[in-house]
């Protein structure tokens, strides 16, 4: 059976740390491909600063293209909003019935995981692959030693998204930051500069 391992994000803009994980996951633990499953809208975040759903899906399709165990998932897109974790899920385990999902998370989420929408269910069905995130909460006591939780010593993420779009604010240069397609992407839309 194929092991997939599913990369929720709102991708806003997608960086080389994004593409570090996804490579990282697939080459170095027991996952066959990664699917960065484009997210409209995070219940969790603030819709502020987040870019149009075409023009984010764009820069990944983009960032991956090129990458054989990376694809996009868009499944997010067909279904009612605000989108929930568990809601994708058993919407992919319906369309894939012969796909592993595995979740990929960093451990910062893994940290206020009791608050998502039927977790255990979410636990269930899934097993947690975690990745270091900087951060200064404690685990939950449930999810220490949890057998459905492994934490993957994977590169750190140096900078966020949310770094990106200020260094574009600020007028600095983003372009090593980024795949190189999606960063031609955003030059020529002009995304995220005013």
């Not at 994004?18 to 484009?38: C, K, M, N, R």
């Not at 969790?44 to 983009?62: C, P, T």
């Not at 897109?77 to 894939?96: A, E, G, H, R, V």
């Not at 990929?104 to 039927?118: I, R």
Request: charged share 20%; hydrophobic share 40%.
């Amino acid at each position: 059976m194929k092991k997939i391992g599913l990369y929720f994000g709102t991708f806003n803009p997608i960086h080389n740390g994004h593409l570090a994980l996804g490579e990282y996951f697939s080459t170095q633990t027991d996952i066959d491909a990664v699917w960065f499953v484009v997210s409209p809208q995070n219940p969790f975040k603030v819709n502020d600063s987040l870019l149009e759903d075409h023009h984010r899906l764009a820069m990944v399709q983009l960032a991956v293209k090129a990458i054989p165990f990376l694809e996009v998932c868009e499944v997010e897109f067909t279904l009612p909003k605000p989108n929930y974790t568990i809601d994708t899920l058993m919407q992919l385990k319906k369309s894939y019935p012969d796909i592993e999902f595995v979740l990929l998370m960093g451990f910062d989420n893994l940290v206020t995981f009791h608050y998502w929408k039927e977790y255990e269910k979410i636990l269930n069905q899934v097993e947690l692959y975690v990745y270091p995130r900087k951060h200064s909460q404690t685990l939950p006591d449930q999810f220490l030693d949890h057998h459905k939780i492994k934490i993957i010593q994977a590169p750190m993420l140096d900078y966020a998204s949310e770094t990106i779009r200020k260094l574009i604010l600020q007028k600095k240069p983003i372009r090593h930051l980024m795949p190189s397609l999606s960063f031609q992407y955003l030059e020529e839309h002009q995304l995220y500069s005013s």
